[in-house]
């Protein structure tokens, strides 16, 4: 069965970085896109982005243009987002999620990751 | 960028009842649009995508329909099950950007 499984929770300074990894496994990784969506607290889902791990391109939302940086290492299944310069704006519940074939919609997603952001 | 507007911003009904939720788009996404359910603590679901297809495994009383700007997700009959916040997605075209609604939440009246 497909399962995405995302690191711990993290806690950071502002002005600091943060790496979030994802672990895929029951399907092809290199098959299906990877995006990432972040909820802050109370709040909505906002699209950050998506990677193909196969090819290693990107696109990324303007909002996060030139502060987001997905990567992947095919050889653990593993995608990766990195987030810089942090703000306390970004307190957030991190996912990924597998993009489905044909129109790449998020259809499973991993379980979250809770950045906090704090001086 | 293409925005997302849902409507209402709380819908209470009554299990038992029908629900009907709207998004609308800036401009038009065709028939890209994918409709999510999210309940506290837990990832979104994908419940209906390119506007009308159930996901695997989503029950028969969600049902999806729209083109366009103009998009609708109807519950047919309210289970206990079913109240939660409801997010439209859509996609534009290459390369693929995707944008979410800012959600409907959906009360027990």
């Known amino acids: 069965q497909v399962q995405l499984v995302q690191s711990g929770a993290e806690v950071k300074k502002p002005g600091a970085s943060v790496r979030v990894s994802c672990k895929a496994s029951?399907?092809?990784?290199?098959?299906?896109?990877m995006h990432w969506v972040r909820q802050a607290p109370g709040q909505g889902l906002k699209w950050m982005g998506w990677i193909n791990p196969n090819s290693g391109g990107t696109n990324y939302a303007q909002n996060f243009q030139g502060r987001v940086t997905m990567t992947r290492d095919t050889s653990i299944s593993t995608a990766y987002m990195e987030l810089s310069r942090l703000r306390s704006d970004d307190t957030a519940v991190y996912y990924c999620?597998?993009?489905?074939?044909?129109?790449?919609?998020?259809?499973?997603w991993g379980q979250g990751t809770l950045v906090t952001v704090s001086s | 960028e293409i925005v997302l507007t849902q409507s209402p911003a709380t819908l209470s009904l009554s299990p038992g009842e029908r629900a009907t939720l709207s998004c609308r788009a800036s401009?038009?996404?065709?028939?890209?649009l994918a409709w999510y359910q999210q309940k506290p603590g837990q990832a979104p679901r994908l419940l209906i995508y390119d506007a009308s297809n159930r996901a695997t495994g989503i029950p028969a009383r969600f049902s999806g329909s729209g083109s366009g700007t103009d998009f609708t997700l109807t519950i047919s009959s309210l289970e206990p099950e079913d109240f939660a916040v409801y997010y439209c997605q859509q996609r534009s075209n290459w390369p693929p950007t995707y944008t979410f609604g800012q959600g409907t939440k959906l009360e027990i009246k």
């Open positions: 401009q038009s996404v065709s028939n890209y």
């Open positions: 029951g399907y092809t990784f290199t098959g299906y896109y």
């Open positions: 999620a597998r993009g489905t074939s044909g129109s790449g919609w998020p259809d499973y």
